[in-house]
């Protein structure tokens, strides 16, 4: 069975760290693109980044980029999201998603197959 958990999230002050995973089970991160969204209260979720199946592709929504990284470990069949320079709107439940495709490299949100269940990301001081 195909399994997508997240973990990592927490409290943390602006321009503080954070490391979000995405466990994968049930299938291979070499055939599946992985999305990272989020959704804050009152907002409908949106984008984050994603990484290609092949590894060899990967994107960000503007609001993250040079703040966010997002990477693989093909052994650990798990998927993550460094996320450094975190500001209060960052404030969000973040998912993870997968969507069969070796060179998909968008994750479009209507497109992915398989969420998880979240993780709550607070960035307060």
């Known amino acids: 069975q195909l399994q997508l958990v997240e973990s990592g999230g927490g409290l943390v002050q602006p321009g503080g760290s954070l490391r979000l995973s995405c466990a994968a089970s049930?299938?291979?991160?070499?055939?599946?693109?992985i999305g990272w969204f989020r959704q804050a209260p009152g907002k409908e979720r949106e984008g984050v980044s994603c990484?290609?199946?092949?590894?060899?592709?990967?994107n960000y929504a503007d609001s993250v980029k040079g703040r966010f990284t997002i990477s693989r470990d093909i052994a650990k069949n798990t998927v993550y999201l460094q996320m450094n320079s975190l500001k209060p709107e960052d404030t969000a439940v973040y998912y993870c998603?997968?969507?069969?495709?070796?060179?998909?490299?968008?994750?479009?949100?209507?497109?992915?197959?398989?969420w998880g269940k979240g993780t709550l990301v607070t960035v307060s001081s």
């Open positions: 998603a997968a969507v069969l495709g070796r060179y998909v490299s968008n994750c479009p949100e209507s497109r992915m197959n398989y």
């Open positions: 049930g299938f291979t991160l070499e055939l599946y693109a």
């Open positions: 990484i290609s199946g092949s590894g060899g592709s990967t």
